[in-house]
């Protein structure tokens, strides 16, 4: 689910070579997953899919910007937020657009798909945040791998019970509903860190980078 903390934002520790290793370990298996989940969820015709996938674009878009970002000027992260939030924003929006047109006309998707994706998903979020969790750097950044890896294994279980509903009730309507939880929650979410990237750029003194 919509997570703005798993990336570290802690200097002194992303300039650790091990830990760079482990960041861009993060980028590529929450990329490569945004793929996976993408084509799975055109493969399977799950909406919850494609709203989940989402979430895993928004964390790879987030250890980009720790391992790109995060030494440059405020006025840069604030710009890479800015992005990052406008881009999932609009990802949100083709997800909701899907579901509404789904609901209309769609068909009920493949639980099976959707089960073992999720599944997969939930796996590779676990893997990431064990991983992460060996190199954290203080309170409030094992607080926030915490806070993340809850929120996106509670989206992955979603998914999976979504497709234990179409399953039993041979409806798309849980996965419907699931996407729209999981795409709404990452729409206000992307919201929220384009509007305060967007209150930092208009601010002479530039406060607190959004991109964490
Ligand atoms: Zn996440």
Redesign the pocket.
Known sequence: ?A?DG?APEDLGVADDQRFRRVLWLALIANFVMFGVELVASWWGDSVALQADAL?FF??AANYAISLFVLGMSLQRRAYAALFKGLTMAAFGLWVIATAVQRAITGSVPDPATMGAIALLALLVNVAVALMLYRYRSGDSNMRSIWL?SR??AIGNLAVVAAASGVFMLGSRWPDLLVAMLIAGLSLSAAVQVARQALSELRSPVYGRSASG
Request: hydrophobic share 10%.
């Open positions: 689910m997570c798993c979430d928004g964390d993340c929120n996106d």
